[in-house]
């Protein structure tokens, strides 16, 4: 249920499950905080919050959809580097890992780092919001329904940084094992990749049009997401 490393920049705790050469699961070690349980994993969890949004969210704006930057991987390296250090201190770091679109190599996204930070406990806000908010991260959107999701954004970003979004979540969460497990699978099946690209810019172009937000980008695209989603668990034999 591990996945081989994506950069060299993420944590995965002090045990890790191996893997046979065809990818399948072998010899679970169930202590990686970044991982969940297969039955977790494989259930979805809807819980809309009306009341989500810590900020006023912004005027629906053109979604841009551009081609794979190889240099995304040394800004999250930057960002991810930062987060480790700052989050140490306190005693709240348990993980983090480059998830989305941006970290898979050869597919098109919105120029914006996806992150998943694993935290010891996401309701003390304290532990963690404050020293993000020093790296110009700020607290965007509080899910407590959903797996107790905090968002933090880089609104302002500096010269030569990125917009990010990083997903704050709690140790052994399913919905961080399902982005890794997403984003490995698209690194080495084109044909789903491809798939999810042509979602992804269907997707924004009808959004677009329609002067949604980013949210309706993203439940357009959710059918195809849930498509590749039944592929990665039928192919582990979970479903």
């Known amino acids: 249920m591990n996945q081989p490393p994506a950069d060299g920049s993420d944590d995965r705790g002090p045990g890790r499950e191996t893997t046979s050469a065809g990818g399948e699961s ?3 070690l169930p202590a990686d905080p970044m991982f969940a349980e297969v039955a977790d994993i494989v259930t979805f969890i809807e819980a809309p ?6 900020r006023p969210s912004t005027p629906p704006a053109t979604i841009e959809i551009v081609e794979h930057d ?13 987060i480790r250090d700052l989050l140490a201190r306190t005693g709240s770091f348990v993980g983090i890992d480059h998830v989305g679109s941006t970290s898979v190599p050869g597919l098109k996204a919105k ?13 003390h806000e304290d532990d963690y919001v404050p020293a993000l908010n020093s790296i110009g991260l700020d607290l965007t ?4 329904a959903w797996y107790q999701h905090r968002l933090l954004k880089r609104l302002d970003p500096a010269q030569g940084q990125m917009h990010c979004n990083v ?11 399902r982005m890794r497990l997403f984003r490995d699978h698209l690194r080495t099946h084109p044909d789903d990749r491809e798939r999810y690209q042509a979602a992804k810019l269907a997707s924004a172009a009808q959004a677009n049009a329609a002067g949604e937000t980013v949210t309706d980008y993203n439940a357009r695209k959710q059918s195809v997401l849930r498509e590749i989603y039944h592929r990665i668990f039928a192919g582990r034999g979970w479903i």
Request: charged share 25%; glycine share 2%; hydrophobic share 45%.
């Open 111 to 123: 120029p914006i780092l996806d992150i998943a930070l694993v935290v010891t406990e996401p309701r």
């Open 26 to 28: 072998t010899d679970p």
């Open 167 to 177: 997903h704050v979540f709690g140790p052994r969460c399913a919905e961080v094992a």
């Open 141 to 144: 959107v509080r899910e407590s």
């Open 49 to 54: 919050e009306p009341d989500l949004w810590i």
């Open 70 to 82: 190889p240099a995304w991987a040394e800004h999250y390296a930057v960002i991810a580097d930062s």
